[in-house]
């Protein structure tokens, strides 16, 4: 059993799709971040950066936070979605961390300053509109020619699509990035990715793009 900490984020929901592709048995506990859940005594005791998400493997005895090095603990446990060896485990590292390292953090500001507080800081709404519209065509220029980031569905696509379906915060029509679009629907189909949405509750079905 896994307990796995979390809220409805995209970070959040890279580990519950996960768990669900897994297909390994979790306990989803909520971690409300809007009321502060996070600073509490017993969870900063799991995670003392006091962010989610957060997991707690009962079978290795393993505590790890950074949703990053969780989705490698899993996939190297499991031994599933991440190549063992080669150019392709490299690379599929590599557009994970492509992930935690530019696509989430700039996508993440890009909510608080084009939907959150639109108007109140016009040269930072400029700055990472340009950079958001700069990360998608990064995005859709890898997937020219591709099903998935590195060849097979793996752990890369698993922490990118979260972020991707908030393309409505970001002020992004997935239209004008087709390859995207294609990539984004064939995931959004999946059970698995269905199911690990509703984690840690029910909010709203997986947004789709007008015309679906």
């Known amino acids: 059993m896994i307990d796995f900490y979390t809220w409805i984020t995209p970070n959040g929901l890279k580990i519950s799709i996960a768990l669900e592709e897994f297909g390994l048995l979790y306990k989803a506990h909520t971690i ?47 031994g599933r979605f991440l190549p063992r060896e080669g150019a392709a485990r490299h690379h599929t590292i590599e557009w994970l961390m492509w992930q935690m390292g530019g696509f989430g953090p700039t996508l993440g500001h890009a909510h608080y300053f084009l939907t959150y507080n639109q108007g109140r800081a016009p040269f930072a709404e400029e700055l990472f509109r340009k950079d958001t519209i700069r ?9 020219e020619g591709r099903e998935y980031l590195v060849g097979d569905y793996s752990i890369a696509d698993m922490a990118v699509w979260p972020w991707v379906s908030r393309f409505l915060r970001h002020k ?8 995207v679009r294609r990539w984004y629907l064939q995931l959004a189909a999946r059970p698995q990715v269905k199911r690990g949405y509703g984690v840690p509750h029910f909010t709203t079905p997986v947004p789709l793009p007008p015309g679906v």
């Open 172 to 179: 992004i029509d997935l239209s004008d990035f087709p390859n």
């Open 135 to 143: 990360l998608y065509e990064t995005l859709d220029a890898r997937l």
């Open 32 to 78: 409300d971040i809007t009321k502060g859940d996070q600073f509490s005594a017993d969870y900063v005791a799991i995670n003392p950066g006091s962010k989610i998400p957060a997991i707690v493997d009962h079978e290795t005895g393993i505590t790890l936070a950074e949703s990053g090095a969780i989705l490698l603990y899993l996939a190297e446990k499991t």
